[in-house]
């Protein structure tokens, strides 16, 4: 069950990263505030897939999503 969980958390971050351009105009991820939502959400999807604290992951991962502006992954951040 738990490997169920976290492999359908997986699959639901792999489809959220598909949304990262849509047809003319700038899309959600990318600005840093869109990047640290997206990132909140799949933290915590998959904290809870991994039966542990979803704030800690939600958390982790806005810090991670938003820090992705600064290093330059998924292009530039306007």
């Not at 997986?10 to 003319?24: D, E, K, S």
């Not at 933290?43 to 938003?66: C, F, T």
Request: hydrophobic share 50%; net charge negative; proline share 3%.
């Amino acid at each position: 069950m738990r490997s169920t969980s976290l492999l359908l958390a997986l699959l639901a971050a792999a489809t959220l990263a598909g949304c990262t351009q849509p047809q003319g105009g700038a899309g959600v991820l990318q600005t840093q505030g869109g990047r640290a939502l997206a990132g909140a959400a799949a933290g915590a999807i998959i904290a809870d897939a991994a039966d542990e604290n979803m704030v800690a992951g939600a958390a982790l991962g806005a810090l991670a999503g938003g820090a992705t502006c600064n290093v330059g992954v998924g292009g530039p951040c306007y």
